[in-house]
């Protein structure tokens, strides 16, 4: 298991949206120039737990999903 793949799994164990919102932004930004599919599922995961945690950083991410034709 890969550094990332820990940290996502302990900021799920300890109910962290917050760390989950960064990690998963992080990832979905690192991966999104070579591979949209995949940066939008992270960025995807990142909105979700945003709004589970009233973060108003989830309308930045809906923003990006919106451009990304991934959100409506």
Known sequence: MNTLDEALLAAHLAGDNETL??????????????????????????YVFALEAGMAEA??????????????
């Open 59 to 72: 309308e930045e991410l809906r923003a990006v999903l919106v451009a990304r034709g991934r959100e409506a």
């Open 21 to 46: 919102v960064g990690l998963y932004r992080a990832a979905g930004e690192a991966v999104l120039a070579r591979d949209e599919v995949q940066g939008c599922f992270y960025l995807t995961h990142a």
